[in-house]
């Protein structure tokens, strides 16, 4: 199942809000997706890319991603 999830991601499904959620809730800041234009999370914060890359590996991160506006047409 992670497998498939992990295939979806930026295609379908758009993990980059939720992903910068769950970061700023838990290290108290307020980044934003314009933050990230043209680099990941985990390169703009090296120092805690392992907690980073640990929120994919949680079974349900993908549940409810939401899908990418024509994604679905488009495949």
Excluded: C
């Amino acid at each position: 199942m992670k497998r498939i999830a992990i295939d979806m991601d930026e295609v379908i499904a758009d993990l980059v809000p939720k992903h910068l959620s769950l970061y700023n809730k838990d290290f108290q800041e307020s980044l934003t997706t314009e933050d990230l234009v043209g680099q990941k999370l985990r390169m703009l914060r090296p120092q805690y890319a392992k907690e980073i890359r640990q929120y994919l590996d949680d079974p349900t991160f993908f549940r409810d991603l939401e899908v990418i506006e024509n994604s679905q047409i488009v495949l």
